[in-house]
Nanobody, 128 residues
Framework: QVQVVESGGGSVQSGGSLRLSCLASGFTYSSYCMGWFRQAPGKGREGVASIRGTGMSLYADSVKGRFTISRDNAKSTLYLQMNGLKPEDTAMYYC??????????????????????WGQGTQVTVSS
């Protein structure tokens, strides 16, 4: 069955870095768009970044220039390198297999992407 399992969360001080990983199984990983989403306490879930099987990526404005999404198709693994972390980045981070990233050559907004499968989440806490 399809599974996506996150790891790598933790607690850091403002300005620090973390790298999240997500191991996928049960499907042809390279064929699917993948994404990272997050949910802060008391807030709705929001898209952080998405990446196509080709490596093309899309970022939320709030993380652009600080976070980098990447994937290793040979290892069926998704990554999120987070640098310059801020207290407002504190959230549960979820890896997801995205149902539809958008048309060829274009993107759906992260907020419009539907998710077929979610991971269990990994907590990121940034202190000031």
């Amino acid at each position: 069955q399809v599974q996506v399992v996150e790891s790598g969360g933790g607690s850091v001080q403002s300005g620090g870095s973390l790298r999240l990983s997500c191991l996928a199984s049960g499907f042809t990983y390279s064929s699917y768009c993948m994404g990272w989403f997050r949910q802060a306490p008391g807030k709705g879930r929001e898209g952080v970044a998405s990446i196509r099987g080709t490596g093309m990526s899309l970022y939320a404005d709030s993380v652009k220039g600080r976070f980098t999404i990447s994937r290793d198709n040979a290892k069926s693994t998704l990554y999120l390198q987070m640098n310059g972390l801020k207290p407002e980045d504190t959230a549960m981070y979820y890896c997801a297999r995205v149902q539809n990233c958008g048309p060829v050559g274009g993107w759906l907004p992260l907020s419009k992407m539907s998710v077929a499968y979610w991971g269990q989440g990994t907590q990121v806490t940034v202190s000031s």
